[in-house]
Structure formats: C-alpha cells, structure tokens
C-alpha cells in the first residue's frame, strides 16, 4: 500500500497594515510653508542637528530656521536616508500636524526643563496656533483614532487566512484464498483529497474538504451462513470514500473557542464524533496500519452522521472530553426528515493522558430507522440490518502504553446493545470487537514505523429470540455469527521523504463473515 501525502499552503491576506506616516515640521518659525516637504511613503526619523540632512546646506537660506528648530526646541524630523525634501508642496492638515508637534515639544520645553523660550517665537508659534484653530483638534480626533487603532491591531496581529493541503493514497493490492483468488484480481486504486482550512480570528477553523476516488471493496466471496448474509462483507475495507473518480463534497465543518479550554464544533456536513487526539498512533490512513479496522476500533462509528454540534472540553492538562449529537446521513439534507425525525447519534467520549498511558472511554447512543448498528467491518450480521429501526448502546475503552522510545503495546474492545423495533421483530443483539496493536517507532530509519494488529473485528455474539435472528438473515435456527474469525495484520511504513511514504503490508481472515466454514 503506497500512501503519498503532497502538503501546501496558499495564504490570503484581507486588509494591509499601512505605514503610519507621520508629519515634518521643517521650518515653522521663521519660514514659509513651501519649504515643509512630506513625501507620501516614507517613515520619519527624529534629528538633532541640521547637519543630519543630506540635503541641506549651510548656504540655504532656510538652513538658520531649521538649525533653530533642531537645535533649541527639538521639533525636526527628516525622512530615512536622512533627507528633508524641503520642495515639496504640503497641505494645510500636514502643516496643522507639524505646528501640533511643534507646540507639543515646546511645551515639554516649557513645563518639564523649564528651558527659555524666544518670546517672538512664543508670538509666532501663538498667532500660528490660532491660524490653524479648526485643523488642530481634526488633527488631535485623527491622532486619537490612530492610536486605538493600532492598539486594535497590536491585540489582535492576524488577518484571515486559508490553507490548502492536498493527499493522494493509491495502493497496489489484491485478495487470495479458495473463494476470494477467482474473485479478485490485482488492482490499483486511489483516494484523493483537497482539503482547504481557513481562520478568521486565529481562534477559529473553518474546514472544507473536496474527496475523490476509487477504492472498492476485495471481495471475501463467502458462502456461510446462507441467504442474504453470504456473499462480500466490510471485512477487507482497505479505505471509506469510494466516489467512483467524481470529485464530491465530503466535509464542511467550522470550529471556534469561545473560551480557553473549550471549543465548539459545527458539523455541516460529515459528523466525526472524536474531536479530541486519539490515543492510538495508528489512526492515520497514510502511515498507519492498511486496513480500516487495524487504525481505529470501528465500533466507535455504529452510525454514519452528517451533520452535528460538539464541544471539545480540555478537562485538565491530562483530561479531555468530548460530546457529540449528531443526525443519520440523508436525514438533515431532506426535507421530509429532516434534523429531528430521522437517525442520530450521540456520544461522550473522555481521553486520559499520563505520558507514557493513554486511555480512552467512550458511550454512545444511536437511532437508525434503516441502517442499524453498521460499523462498515465485521459480520453481516453484526450490522443488525433487517428488524427494522435500531436503538444502539455503544461502549468502547482502549488502552496504549509506551515502553520505550522505540515500543508501545496498546489495544481497546467494543461492545454494543442493540434493540431492534420492528414489528414482530422486537428484541436484543449483542456485538462484540477485540484488537490487540503493538507499534514499533524508528525501525530502519528515524520516523518509519512498523506494526501488528491481531483481534476480532464486530462480531453478533446473541439475539434475544429466534425472530430477531431469522429477521437478520439467520437460517436454521441459528442465533449468532457461527465462529470466532481472527483478523491479523502487519504492516510496515517507510518515510521517504517528510510528505511522502510507502507502507507494505498484509492481513489474513481466518474465518471471513465469523464463518469457519469460509475459508480464510
């Protein structure tokens, strides 16, 4: 199985922060305006002496105005490379601007040093002053403004932003044994997404997520138990998201943290009920184990869901929960079901994290008027499809230790209590799921990772009475899967490069449907 993961990001900035351009008073006292420059695009710098300009020569004859301002009251400022660009026009706000810092500096002069002051330039700076009486407090409201402003944006220091990845997985693969050789042939197959994560507050995530691919199901061609449970079963399920090659929406969904600790889910469309980090390393379609059941224990999902609302809540640093409600697939789309009327699920799932011991709780409970328990592994009959509509109570627990930097072991079981409701059909059935993972970091090379999966994958241990079972699909007075089968897998993933891996790997049933009378 070659997994390939291609990342990128593209990032949109909405709004520019400008410079914030001040205003020069070049020669206030003693010369005209024309001799004030304000070139549009360029920051100030406060100077000391004239002879900082560049552009300013002792012969100007604005040169004993300007030595004067620099000198004794300290209000002169030119424009980085230390130019003044004293011919340039300027207006009167730019003067306005230029005055106020001007009497802004003498009164500091003033109050502060307690400094002399020219008494024609007090006259001057006072008749100029009133001149520009209704352009000075425009200047000071603008200043104001200004300044909240940019302490707006010192707060916040984050403008929208849109990520872009994108993931292909395409493996080479092909299913042997006494009835599954002449069903399958060697096949290549492939599952891509484009996958765009937007903010627009920094503490948001705005997700969308476009899914094509071609990913059928090996045929397990099994015989036993008769009638409509034999034929292919979800046992071998390499990948979800078999689109055929169209291109099709797979999930919108829109997250945000009204407070430290806790974020808000908003499933649009594909509800994913674990909104926390899983405790097992080996979730990951690209890096993880080949077959869906060795990533995740199936149980967790009795129910497809389409849209939802969840709550993320980080306990304390080693505690999070999460919980999750959410409606059947093809029930918040239609109208004649709608949110309310149709399937749903609902789930509380906490995760424990003590460094090197992780563990995992989870309880749900599940309505499907059509579709049962459907884990998409496991028995035909695990899915409890046929009794009409499927109350499900859904347990899971798991555990993962690390040992080692090198070796973690770890594993998880699922129960599941269903009550059918169908008439004449009304019981209970009982489902049962066992694995067992062993993970091993660093094998070959820093970042490969290779492992082993060995368990039960959904298995239907009871029903309550023999009309539930012939209702699933039972014959002959069978009440249950018939056998114990195995699911044991191995795997091995080895890094490429950072984005780019290949996993061989292999699992064998040993009794396909819990059959043994399926050979594996």
Known sequence: MLSVYLGCSLKKLVGNIGQILGISLACLLG??????????????????????????????????????????????????????????????YEFAA???QCSDSLTILIEDTKKAVNADDLLQLQRLQSDFATELPAINSSISKLENSLATLENQQFSPTTKLRTRLITYLGDAFGKTASPANETAVNYRSE????????????????????????????????????????????????NTRSQVRLNQIKYTFAPAKNLRVILDIFSGDRILSDVITPLSSAAT?????YGRLNTILYPINLQSGLGFAWEATPWLDMDFYLGSEFGSADNPKIGLFAGGYGASIRTAFNFGALKLGFSYGNSYSPLFGVNTSSGSNASAVIGAGPVIGNTYVAGAFYRFSPLFELGGSVGYIKARTRGNQTKGEAEVWDYRLNGIFYDVLKKGNLAGFVVGIQPRLTGT?????????????????????????????????????????????????????????
């Open 464 to 520: 309550s009475n023999s009309s539930l079972a012939e209702a699933l699909g039972f014959q002959d007075g069978q009440r249950h899967d018939l056998s114990t089968g195995w699911h044991i897998e191995t795997f091995y993933t080895h890094r490429l490069t950072d984005n780019i891996s290949i996993t061989p790997g292999i699992f064998w049933l040993t009794a396909p449907n819990h059959d043994a009378r399926n050979p594996g």
């Open 288 to 292: 993880g184990p080949i077959s869906e």
């Open 194 to 241: 484009l996958i765009f994560t937007t903010s627009f507050t920094s503490r948001d995530r705005l997700r969308i997520r476009l899914r094509a691919g071609e990913v059928p199901l090996f045929d397990t061609a099994t015989e036993f138990p008769q009638g409509r449970l034999s034929g292919p079963t979800n046992e071998p399920r390499l990948l979800y998201g």
């Open 31 to 92: 010369i005209s305006s024309q001799a004030i420059a304000v070139p549009p695009k360029d920051s100030l710098e406060q100077l000391t002496s004239v002879s900082q300009l560049r552009d300013i020569q002792t012969n100007d004859w604005a040169f004993a105005a300007l030595k004067n301002l620099a000198e004794n009251y300290g209000c002169l400022q030119g424009y980085p490379q230390h130019i003044f660009a004293g011919d340039q026009p300027m207006t009167r």
């Open 98 to 100: 230029a005055l106020k």
